[in-house]
């Protein structure tokens, strides 16, 4: 009772300002108007100070070199454009609550706001790449296509919504008829497989997350940031059900027969589902480039991070070791810092060798950091350096006192960087596009056994989220019967080809990460055989042909 009291006059409210809205022509325009001055009032009080630089240091050192102006520039802008976004976010539904439902007057709003939101993504994702390159005290390697092609993925999923609208208002009825009939069953089986997912993983993990003593956040956030791979995993099992439920159901009820008796092609009745797969595709591809596979490590990364009483850990990695085969040198690194910013590596040992492999120096300390200068260079603190003669120790020289109170030696023909020791510890499984890339490039002289697992991932995140179009090129054509008879046997054959899909996908994997196979080939074969297949039944059914049944009586018939 005391919840419904205070929701009934909030509905009643919500209500009344919606009637208001939709007999107010002009109340987007009053919005809008409103809008500006707030972004004139919010820019005279300086709003945008809150995000600028600060700098604390009163007297300036003789070396002092005056920042540029352009980061400057492009904060000041970036704090103004997301503020406007927020600001016409409120107008467009303003707007769009007034058209609803009229599909027509919704889609010029929708890419107007879109193509904002477009052009402010693109604008921020450009300056943080380029504020992460400058600012990177990791030596990490970016590849500018790698960057190109995120960017772009960003772009289309943006302007998606305005996409969509524009494609539906030009559909045809019979067309919508069938998207309709098949998008019910998708979201059906989404939200289900979404659930189900998520449910099996916080049994398997809860008590994991009991004994870290994990809040309810963290776990929110974590299943939250995991919804990419969850997509990405159960995306294909969804198109698959939702084809098979929408056109058996249609087959059933004759209503393919109908379609196909007005003139209509078997592509063309078909056409909005593979739509769909293509789409569903182009979505998959988006969240596998980087998001899912990075969020398939969160597990291990979030228990790692909380200790029993809750404290934090600020260790990214434990016992490194990072062998150099062209400069003859090894590394063994005690702990890894997750912010190379703030801390620095701990309990290093560096030895090098000569090319007969016997030890010629080595140096260990306390602490190590790198410097990104130009030249970059490493410095080791308190600690020591050893020389070899044959192999054998001559000699122990402590490190001279830098000044501060500690000892200190630079090491400029030290030519790693932090994120070559780092990748080292990389697993592939866990790494998007972008970080494959970095590794290939930071690693190119390792043996090409080492090499095969990230080259495989790396082909493997652009070819595994095809699997959605795949489904539905060789389930559309099993479903589709002309006779009830049939329904059973072509739903049977269409789930056998998914389980064999995902058998065939994960052996010709382990086979190219085994380097038995190039990469390229082993993770695109399978998609190319299985969509082979399915547009070989799509032209059989088109033709009104029998499809071959599979049985032991045809396998082993002369």
């Known amino acids: 009772m005391p919840i419904r009291r205070f929701f009934n006059p909030l509905l009643t409210w919500l209500h009344k300002v919606l009637l208001w809205l939709r007999a107010t022509p002009n109340a987007w325009a009053f919005a809008l ?22 700098y ?7 070396d002092w070199v005056e920042p540029n102006v352009a980061p400057t520039v492009c904060i000041y802008l970036l704090a103004y454009f997301r503020l406007f976004a927020l600001l016409a ?123 870290k003593k994990i809040g309810t956040t963290q776990i929110l956030l974590y299943y939250l940031k995991l919804t990419p791979f969850i997509y990405v995993t159960v995306a294909p099992i969804t198109l698959l059900l939702s084809t098979l439920y929408t056109l058996g159901r249609m087959s059933r009820t004759n209503e393919l027969i109908s379609m196909l008796g007005t003139g209509k092609s078997m592509l063309q009745v078909l056409r909005p589902i593979y739509l769909v797969g293509v789409f569903s595709a182009f979505l998959s591809m988006a969240a596998n480039y980087y998001w ?14 909380e200790g029993d009483a809750g404290s934090k850990n600020d260790a990214l990695v434990r016992g490194l070791m990072y062998r150099n085969n062209e400069a003859h040198r090894t590394w063994f690194i005690g702990i890894v810092p997750r912010s190379l910013n703030e801390e620095k590596m701990r309990r290093v040992e560096i030895r090098q060798e000569d090319e007969n492999g016997q030890l010629t120096k080595s140096w260990w300390g306390n602490a190590f950091w790198w410097y990104a200068a130009n030249p970059p260079y490493w410095s080791l603190y308190v600690g020591a350096e050893g020389t070899y003669k044959d192999g054998k120790l001559v000699s122990i020289q402590p490190f001279n006192y830098d000044g501060t109170g500690y000892n200190r030696i630079d090491l400029p023909q030290l030519d790693e960087t932090p994120w070559m020791l780092m990748s080292g510890a990389l697993t592939p499984d866990f790494l998007g596009v972008p970080d494959l890339l970095a590794y290939l490039s ?15 991932h790396f082909f493997y995140r652009f070819s595994l989220p095809w699997q959605c179009l795949v489904v539905v090129l060789f389930a559309a054509p099993l479903a589709v019967v002309f006779s009830r008879r049939g329904l059973v046997g072509g739903m049977t054959s269409a789930v056998l080809f998914f389980f064999v899909m995902l058998f ?9 990460k085994g380097r038995h196979l ?8 399978p998609h190319i055989l299985l969509s082979s297949v399915g547009i070989l039944l799509f032209v059989m059914r088109s033709q009104n042909r029998e499809l071959p049944k599979l049985s032991l009586k045809t396998l082993f018939a002369r």
């Open 33 to 54: 108007l409103i809008s500006l001055g707030v972004m004139w009032l919010a820019q005279a009080r300086g709003y945008h100070e809150t995000f600028m630089p600060v």
């Open 56 to 62: 604390t240091v009163d007297e300036p050192a003789p």
């Open 89 to 211: 976010g409120v107008v467009y539904h303003i707007r769009i609550i007034q058209v609803f439902p009229n599909l027509q007057r919704m889609i010029k709003p929708t890419w107007w706001m879109c193509g904002f939101l477009g052009f402010l993504v693109t604008f921020t994702m450009i300056y943080k790449q380029w504020e992460t390159r400058t600012t990177s005290v990791t030596g990490e390697v970016f590849s500018g296509m790698a960057s190109t092609a995120h960017l772009l993925m960003m772009v289309g999923l943006v302007l998606t919504p305005p996409i969509l609208m524009t494609y539906y208002s030009r559909c045809k009825i019979m067309e919508r008829y069938v998207l309709r009939s098949f998008l019910q069953p998708l979201f059906f089986c989404l939200i289900a497989f979404f659930t189900l997912w998520v449910v099996m993983d916080l049994l398997d993990n809860m008590q994991d997350f009991q004994d």
């Open 292 to 305: 899912a596979p990075a969020a398939a490590g969160d597990v291990e990364q979030l228990l790692a991070t």
């Open 442 to 456: 930071a690693n190119k002289n390792q043996a090409p056994d080492k090499l095969a697992p990230y080259w495989t």
């Open 504 to 512: 065939f996908d994960n052996l010709f994997l382990n086979l190219g």
């Open 518 to 525: 190039p990469a390229i080939f082993a993770v695109w074969l």
